[in-house]
């Protein structure tokens, strides 16, 4: 159950958030030019939607970042570590291919191959390897900073599982928010992923699937949102614990 959980809980991650991407970006779409505030709320709200759906089942990782994270300070056991991350991988490539379908009539009538990238994977705006991966870095440290906040204040009494957390009404909702913050504040340089399976997932769709004129997949730059996020990740988790907010 708790890598089904991981697995659709990351489906529908990619499939509302890659969706809102595509609806303002993609040709003829009725969101076309929505603009960045229309995709920084629709990512917020699929963080929100996949957690109120999975919760209660596997903590709503939905995310490599964050499964390391918990690891690493002992709130998930190693051995499950690599289930959560096939589960992730599997959802987000998933949630890829249904954005696709969704949008299906959309590629033939886009021309910018890199809009066409953009739906499944992320970009810097400047290409500066160092500068993007502190940008991803920081990012997610800023999520899993933030979640094992709330939980601290919503679970007070909790064993700090995150299945307790987001088994309470309002917590999916305020990672929902937080996640908006991110996306407002830090994700103008590289476009937030802070999630590798987020980025991965989709961007191995996309080479994939039989989109019309897609130009390539930017692997060159695919490791930066994959590795990134990894060390943000752990870096909360450790900053956290080690400043005694753990509890």
Same mark, same amino acid.
């Given at each position: 159950?708790?890598?089904?959980?991981?697995f659709v809980?990351t489906?529908i991650?990619?499939?509302l958030?890659?969706g809102v991407?595509?609806g303002v970006?993609?040709?003829?779409? *009725?969101?076309? $030019?929505?603009?960045?505030?229309?995709?920084?709320?629709?990512w917020?709200?699929?963080v929100m939607?996949? %957690?109120y759906v999975v919760g209660?089942y596997?903590?709503a990782?939905?995310?490599?970042? %964050?499964t390391f994270?918990?690891?690493?300070?002992g709130?998930?056991?190693w051995s499950?570590?690599?289930?959560?991350?096939?589960?992730?991988?599997?959802?987000?490539?998933v949630?890829?291919v249904?954005?696709?379908?969704?949008?299906?009539?959309?590629?033939?009538?886009t021309?910018d191959?890199d809009? *066409?990238?953009?739906v499944f994977?992320t970009a810097p705006a400047?290409?500066?390897?160092?500068? $993007?991966?502190?940008?991803e870095?920081i990012?997610?440290?800023?999520? %899993?900073?933030?979640?094992?906040g709330?939980?601290a $204040?919503?679970?007070?009494m909790g064993?700090?599982e995150?299945?307790?957390?987001?088994g309470t009404?309002i917590?999916?909702?305020?990672?929902?928010f937080?996640v908006l913050a991110?996306?407002?504040?830090?994700?103008?340089?590289t476009?937030y992923?802070?999630?590798?399976?987020?980025?991965?997932?989709?961007r191995?769709?996309?080479?994939?699937?039989?989109?019309p004129? *897609?130009?390539g997949?930017?692997?060159?730059?695919a490791?930066?949102?994959?590795v990134?996020?990894? %060390?943000?990740g752990?870096l909360?988790a450790?900053?956290?614990t080690a400043?005694g907010?753990g509890g």
């Amino acid at each position: 159950m708790v890598y089904l959980a991981e697995f659709v809980g990351t489906a529908i991650l990619i499939l509302l958030g890659g969706g809102v991407v595509a609806g303002v970006t993609l040709a003829k779409s *009725k969101a076309n $030019n929505g603009g960045w505030i229309v995709v920084t709320f629709g990512w917020g709200l699929a963080v929100m939607m996949a %957690v109120y759906v999975v919760g209660q089942y596997s903590g709503a990782h939905i995310n490599p970042a %964050v499964t390391f994270a918990l690891a690493s300070i002992g709130d998930l056991p190693w051995s499950q570590v690599p289930g959560y991350i096939a589960a992730q991988m599997a959802g987000a490539f998933v949630g890829a291919v249904l954005v696709w379908l969704a949008y299906l009539p959309h590629w033939k009538e886009t021309d910018d191959p890199d809009t *066409k990238l953009g739906v499944f994977s992320t970009a810097p705006a400047v290409r500066n390897i160092p500068a $993007n991966f502190a940008t991803e870095v920081i990012g997610t440290f800023m999520l %899993v900073f933030g979640i094992l906040g709330i939980n601290a $204040n919503v679970n007070p009494m909790g064993n700090g599982e995150l299945t307790v957390l987001f088994g309470t009404g309002i917590a999916p909702m305020l990672v929902g928010f937080l996640v908006l913050a991110i996306g407002l504040s830090l994700g103008g340089p590289t476009g937030y992923a802070i999630n590798p399976a987020r980025d991965l997932g989709p961007r191995i769709a996309h080479a994939l699937l039989p989109i019309p004129g *897609k130009g390539g997949s930017d692997w060159s730059y695919a490791w930066v949102p994959v590795v990134a996020p990894i %060390v943000g990740g752990v870096l909360a988790a450790q900053v956290f614990t080690a400043i005694g907010f753990g509890g």
